[in-house]
């Protein structure tokens, strides 16, 4: 599995947020932030990761975002999961291209996210697991620097960000 890691601490001053002209869709108050480092989002219903995979700690300022291939994400959740998974779940996976555009907050760039419920996310792209119909080398992911979807060539590394459909324990 090749690991490429990029710079994980983007200062939240370099977020660019047009409050004035473009309405919120990702408020703060949208999320119910948990003390295990996830988040729950009121709206859909799904718990995430606070932070990107690589990334750790309270603010998500530890680390840099795991970097992998499409196959090598995918593959990446199993054994994640096999090995522990996170806050005591072990059904974390890739969120579909929906669920994972759902985390776009499109008044903000660099990244395109509430930064107040999603510390330090780096403005990078994200695989989703959702394949290409158009091409079959294809997948779709979200470029949180500008808050586009889009597909990106599964053999080019990208981050990921874990989502669990939230249950009861």
Not at 126 to 151: I, K, M, N, Q
């Amino acid at each position: 599995m090749s690991i490429l890691l990029t710079a994980a601490c983007h200062a939240q001053a370099d977020q660019l947020c047009k409050t004035g002209h473009i309405a919120t869709t990702a408020p703060p108050s949208r999320y119910q932030q948990k003390e295990d480092s996830t988040v729950v989002d009121t709206k859909t219903g799904l718990m995430w990761r606070t932070c990107q995979e690589g990334v750790a700690g309270k603010s998500c300022g530890e680390g840099a975002p795991l970097m992998l291939t499409w196959a090598e994400a995918l593959a990446y959740v199993p054994t994640f999961n096999r090995e522990g998974g996170f806050a005591g779940y072990r059904d974390w996976r890739l969120p579909n291209i929906r669920e994972l555009s759902s985390l776009i907050e499109p008044q903000c760039v660099a990244p395109a996210i509430n930064l107040t419920v999603f510390p330090n996310t780096a403005p990078v792209d994200v695989w989703s697991s959702s394949p290409s119909r158009f091409h079959s080398h294809y997948s779709w992911l979200v470029d949180f620097e500008t808050g586009a979807f889009t597909y990106g060539e599964r053999a080019r590394p990208k981050a990921i960000h874990l989502v669990r459909d939230r249950l009861v324990r």
